[in-house]
């Protein structure tokens, strides 16, 4: 990973309750239209996310292979795009594209808001923000190769998380997310 990942935790509220918000800002070597198409063209996606399907308009519902599904709320193209996830909308995804301060370069930041505590991985539960770090951190990794055309021809983006080369940068973003859950002061809901 060449360019550091900023991350901050906030509280807001969202549709379903109080939130927890974890933000992931990173800057791009790509004007903001190829960032943009790369976050929301279905073709890119599967290179670098997760195969995504459905109605991809405002109000239309969408699945993401093995994360589920949600519904677009917003979208003001290229710099917006707002999305609720699952049916009961306990996770909101913004995506915020800006001019980065170099020219051709694109500051990408994901806000992440969530009313679940604990989520499960492997028979374990573990904080819903620190496993964030284990998913958002190599997949914005995952981003800048799939911008210069240098992802593995092997990457797999349902079995990333098990390539030896992805496991310090999810454990990484595991470690930064724990920092910012130490330092969290908010009452917890």
């Known amino acids: 990973m060449t ?3 900023d991350t ?3 509280h807001r ?3 379903s309750g109080d939130a927890r918000v974890a933000t992931f800002r990173r800057t791009y070597d790509a004007p903001i239209a190829d960032l ?3 976050c929301t063209n279905p073709d890119r996606l599967a290179r670098w996310y997760v195969p995504v399907s459905g109605d991809l308009h405002v109000g239309g519902a969408f699945r993401q292979e093995m994360m589920g599904g949600g ?3 917003e979208c003001d193209a290229p710099s917006f795009l707002r999305l609720v996830l699952g049916s009961s909308g306990a996770d909101e995804i913004e995506l915020r594209l800006t001019p980065g301060d170099a020219p051709e370069t694109t500051v990408l930041e994901v806000q992440h808001a969530t009313t ?3 989520h499960e991985i492997g028979g374990q539960m573990f904080d819903a923000v620190y496993c964030m770090g284990g998913g958002y ?3 914005l990794a995952a981003l800048e190769l799939h911008l210069r055309d ?3 021809d092997d990457y797999d983006t349902l079995t990333f998380y098990q390539r030896a080369d992805v496991q310090p940068i999810s454990s990484a973003g595991m470690a930064q997310m724990q920092a910012l859950l130490d330092a969290d002061t908010a009452p917890t809901a």
């Open 13 to 15: 509220r969202i549709t």
């Open 36 to 38: 943009w198409d790369a």
């Open 150 to 152: 240098a992802l593995p």
């Open 8 to 10: 901050t935790l906030t």
């Open 71 to 73: 519904t677009i709320a």
């Open 137 to 139: 951190f190599p997949r």
């Open 3 to 5: 360019t550091p990942i």
């Open 116 to 118: 679940i505590d604990q």
